[in-house]
């Protein structure tokens, strides 16, 4: 099983659709969350980090389920700008120089 | 700021060469690290430093070496290019040791015929 597991997508909305990823991490004891933006043959650009108690940062929220292992990405109002690949990322608990990688989610907002 | 800037971005390599992709950044950037990115198998950690003259392993070290001399610089060794090594690196550095926040270069894309 790996470590970081995304759906690959390509999850496919409407311009002005909600959207949400989620992200399944192996590691119970993993302390560190984020999700980075990647657009297509460019390089990972962080997007938001995942705290404990969630966040918000415009459009884009963030939330931590550490019971069931998972994270997830929410994105309100889609735009077409939003079309991209977002990558999960987990710092384990005694890796703290290793992110790790999800395999990433594709989106594509359509007009 | 120039951030993290590899050199080259484009190259093709023969099995059996050797060649170094370069790497500098110029945001006094303690942890510095390569990644390659393969379709379906997201970025995997070669090898990494957390300062000048200190590097470590990745998940996926073999065939390549690297080495920290200076704070700026980091550069990747292809010993002996396999086919299985075509892929895109990127290199990235960061410096808040809480945060996740990685500065990637834009990206090296390498072909092993």
């Known amino acids: 099983r790996k470590e970081v597991e995304q759906d690959p997508g390509p999850f496919n909305v409407p311009e002005g659709a909600t959207v949400a990823f989620n992200c399944t991490y192996s590691?119970?004891?993993?302390?560190?969350f984020f999700w980075y933006r990647q657009d297509c043959r460019k390089e990972p650009k962080l997007l938001m980090s995942v705290y404990s108690s969630g966040n918000e940062d415009g459009r884009f929220t963030a939330q931590l389920n550490r019971a069931s292992q998972y994270i997830s990405l929410l994105i309100r109002d889609s735009k077409l700008s939003d079309s991209a690949t977002y990558l999960c990322v987990v710092i384990p608990n005694n890796a703290g120089n290793m992110l790790t990688f999800g395999g990433g989610t594709r989106l594509m907002v359509k007009p | 700021n120039a951030g993290v800037t590899q050199t080259p971005k484009f190259q093709v390599l023969k099995t059996g060469q050797s060649m170094t992709l370069q790497c500098a950044q110029d945001?006094?950037?303690?942890?510095m690290s390569w990644y390659r990115q393969d379709p379906g198998m997201g970025l995997r950690l070669i090898h990494y430093s957390v300062g000048a003259g200190i590097t470590d392993q990745g998940e996926v070290p073999n065939g390549y070496n690297v080495s920290r001399s200076t704070t700026e610089d980091f550069p990747l060794r292809l010993l002996s290019a396999a086919p299985s090594q075509t892929s895109v690196y990127f290199c990235?550095?960061?410096?808040?040791?809480?945060?996740?926040?990685?500065?990637f270069g834009e990206g090296s894309r390498l072909t092993v015929l």
């Open positions: 590691n119970s004891a993993s302390q560190s």
């Open positions: 945001m006094n950037h303690e942890y």
């Open positions: 990235a550095s960061r410096d808040d040791w809480d945060t996740g926040e990685l500065f």
